[in-house]
């Protein structure tokens, strides 16, 4: 899978809970329903770099296209659990950390921690609590 460019309609398999408020850098814009990341300067981002943490799924599109750094306030969901695509996942994977690759994909490593692999729902898709702990004991 690749970063998309759109908004996006994940399936939700149970509500999405409490919501955080997230300050956009600039530049940036944010799709409905796609994976936000805070990178190192404080400011919520659509793209991913190892250094970046995930901070939950948009409730909406904001677009800072023209602002700057903070000029822009969205929200995420910081609980919940949602049916994402991914790359590199098993049935084997259900129970460990799942790991954001770019803004609509997870894979079973080498990403931002974003929750628990919850289920694994076939060719494609699997679904994650991004409520659960990010770390496995």
Same mark, same amino acid.
């Given at each position: 899978?690749? !970063?998309?460019? #759109? /908004? ?9 809970? $409490? ?6 850098? !600039?530049?940036? @814009?944010? +799709?409905? /329903?796609?994976?936000?990341? %805070? ?9 991913? $770099?190892?250094?970046? &943490? ?7 599109? +904001? =677009?800072? &296209? =023209? ?15 949602? *049916?994402?695509? +991914?790359?590199?996942? #098993?049935?084997?994977? @259900?129970?460990?950390? #799942? *790991?954001? @690759?770019? /803004?609509? &994909?997870?894979?079973? $490593? ?8 919850? =289920?694994? %729902? ?6 994650? =609590?991004?409520? #659960? ?5």
């Amino acid at each position: 899978m690749a !970063a998309v460019t #759109a /908004n996006q309609l994940l399936k939700v398999k149970s509500a999405p809970g $409490s919501l955080r408020r997230i300050r956009l850098g !600039a530049t940036e @814009v944010i +799709y409905e /329903n796609t994976l936000v990341f %805070i990178g190192t300067d404080g400011f919520a981002s659509a793209s991913f $770099s190892s250094s970046f &943490t995930f901070a939950g799924v948009a409730k909406a599109k +904001y =677009d800072n &296209t =023209d602002g700057s750094d903070g000029d822009l306030l969205g929200e995420v969901y910081t609980t919940g659990a949602f *049916h994402v695509p +991914y790359t590199g996942v #098993a049935q084997t994977d @259900v129970g460990t950390v #799942a *790991h954001a @690759v770019d /803004n609509f &994909t997870i894979a079973a $490593s080498a990403g931002a921690p974003a929750g628990v692999i919850t =289920d694994f %729902i076939g060719t494609g898709v699997c679904e994650i =609590d991004i409520g #659960a702990p990010r770390t496995l004991a």
